[in-house]
């Protein structure tokens, strides 16, 4: 099978289309025919310095999300999911590949009539973002700012915090990423590359009462104090590299909760389900900024680091044998 290695941690150009071994579901496993493989900011640092949420060592194949449909079965699986359309994590590796191994108890099927590409732009990012709103307790009237919201994480908080009746604030870097922004239902938009944008978040709503926070550092650290007394900061993300690292004796002062949520896994199969479920009624949309076949792997990362993207970014590895008709 054709895959990307990834053989010494470094720039994108160690990320490397060859040939590799295909992979034998063993018990408890599944193997997915891959049609798209989604790319994650964290695997980018992964790639940079080998730090992050997988440990593993080169070589290796790395990515985690992918969709496609179940091709084998290992023993104790069900052969009733031979030909299913599934999105799934593979646990960190294996996923730049044409067929990639995964549990069989992480699968998620894709409901109809989804289509495959979006469900995996919508499986780490849909239940990231139901999760975040949530655990911000967004009510109607709430003022809240979406951090990085040309992002994809972020283009689904627009979505669901205006669906939820709140003042949405969006915050992303440069006209294209506001202008997307705004298009996907954001009340107020703010370049956070201005050093007037905070004052621009007064001028246009007060103060807040919700922040979202998936950039970290200065950004979060001067939405912070845009919160009234009461307010929530929900940390998800760190796309400036650091954490936005409010001291807990000052959100005491300022009366604000500080809330990064650490859910189980069966409430993230959960909030996945969810979110499939909402894009296939048509009440969320993925944006999909960018897509790249499996041998441009360099090229994604590269555009993912640069800024340059919207939306999620994926690979086209396969074609996708079971898509549905509209």
Aim: no cysteine.
């Amino acid at each position: 099978m054709r895959a990307v290695w990834l053989k010494e941690f470094g720039g994108p150009e160690v990320l490397v289309a060859g040939e590799a071994p295909d992979p034998v579901p063993g018990p408890g496993e599944v193997l997915v025919d891959v049609a798209y493989a989604g790319i994650t900011f964290v695997e980018t640092q992964f790639r940079a310095t080998g730090r992050g949420p997988f440990t593993a060592a080169p070589p290796l194949i790395p990515g985690n999300a992918v969709g496609g449909t179940v091709a084998a079965v290992g023993a104790g699986v069900d052969e009733a999911l031979l030909g299913h359309r599934v999105v799934t994590g593979t646990g960190g590796s294996g996923g730049y590949a044409e067929l990639a191994l995964a549990p069989a108890a992480g699968l998620i099927e894709v409901p109809e009539p989804l289509a495959l590409d979006t469900a995996v732009a919508l499986l780490a990012d849909g239940r990231t973002a139901l999760l975040e709103l949530r655990a911000a307790d967004v009510v109607p009237g709430d003022r809240v700012l979406v951090e990085a919201a040309a992002g994809g994480v972020g283009t689904l908080l627009v979505q669901l915090a205006r669906a939820q009746g709140a003042t949405v604030v969006a915050a992303a870097g440069g006209p294209a990423k506001t202008a997307l922004a705004a298009e996907l239902g954001a009340h107020v938009t703010v370049d956070y590359r201005q050093p007037d944008w905070t004052d621009r978040v007064r001028e246009a709503v007060g103060a807040l009462d919700v922040v979202l926070d998936g950039v970290g550092g200065a950004v979060a650290r001067a939405a912070f104090d845009l919160l009234v007394p009461g307010g929530r900061m929900v940390s998800y993300g760190l796309a400036s590299g650091e954490w936005a690292a409010i001291p807990p004796a000052l959100a005491a002062e300022r009366e604000v909760a500080l809330l990064q949520p650490r859910p189980d896994p069966a409430t993230m199969r959960a909030l996945t389900a969810e979110a499939l479920a909402e894009a296939a009624a048509r009440r969320l949309r993925p944006v999909i900024g960018l897509r790249l076949p499996l041998a441009a792997a360099a090229d994604a990362h590269a555009a993912i680091e640069s800024r340059a993207t919207t939306g999620k970014t994926l690979l086209v590895v396969g074609p996708d044998r079971a898509q549905p008709q509209d």
